[in-house]
């Protein structure tokens, strides 16, 4: 399958002022308050992934976007019987909760799931794991193309992931807003190991409207060994959870 060089954004303004959105997502004097979830500090400096990610974005990406997720995540189960319940567990029955708890458990957990499937030193792709790849795709490239043409196609906001399925095959699928492939809600559920985040806030400042050259330097980055590591846990029925 070859990339396609479309814009997924016309039409679309949801995202279209990150800045703005920054400004609105802005937190008040105790950032983390004592609670029942962690919020991770970035496994690299803010700097270190450049020039494919610069540390302007980092700061606000992390610092404003993901830190205003926890936030109203922690806000939407306050009080609330699954306070403290394991992230996947309140995604499989995520239909039986609210909007904010949909939304802001996505945005907490999808972040989380980022930026620790990138690094500075990506490391080497395990030899099962290029193996499930090749069968289950056709070849590597085959597998760059396809998750290639889901990040540049998902139309607005959204995330590509790969996943393992239930029966331990591979597949690309994307999902829009916050949405991610453990939820009851989606189309096509599984465990996920590699995720992008193609939210304008992830990229708008620095590439502007060049959504694929953001994908494509995406490849120069990633964590292969944890990816690895996600996908033999995966083979055994375990999420990677904060």
């Not at 802005?26 to 450049?50: G, H, R, V």
């Not at 939407?76 to 699954?82: L, P, R, T, W």
């Not at 995720?195 to 992830?202: M, R, T």
């Amino acid at each position: 399958m070859s990339c396609q060089n479309t814009d997924p954004h016309e039409g679309h303004d949801h995202d279209a002022n990150p800045e703005e959105e920054v400004k609105n997502m802005t937190l008040t004097a105790d950032d983390l308050e004592e609670s029942l979830y962690a919020f991770p500090d970035l496994p690299y400096a803010a700097d270190a992934l450049e020039p494919y990610i610069d540390a302007h974005i980092m700061e606000l990406h992390y610092d404003k976007h993901h830190k205003g997720y926890f936030k109203k995540f922690l806000a939407a189960v306050e009080g609330k019987d699954i306070n403290g319940m394991a992230l996947d567990e309140i995604f499989a029955h995520v239909s039986d909760h609210s909007v904010a708890v949909r939304n802001n458990a996505g945005g907490y957990y999808n972040h989380w799931m980022f930026w620790t499937n990138l690094s500075p030193e990506p490391g080497e792709i395990s030899e099962s794991l290029r193996t499930a790849i090749e069968e289950d795709f056709g070849s590597f490239e085959a597998f760059q193309d396809e998750f290639n043409l889901a990040a540049k196609t998902q139309f607005g906001s959204g995330w590509a992931w790969l996943i393992v399925l239930p029966g331990n095959h591979l597949a690309v699928v994307s999902t829009p807003n916050q949405d991610n492939p453990l939820m009851n809600v989606v189309p096509e559920q599984g465990i996920p190991i590699l995720a992008l985040d193609v939210w304008e806030h992830a990229y708008y400042l620095q590439y502007e409207n060049r959504r694929g050259d953001y994908v494509s330097n995406f490849w120069e980055i990633i964590d292969w060994e944890t990816v690895s590591e996600r996908y033999e846990m995966a083979l055994e029925g375990h999420v990677y959870n904060p």
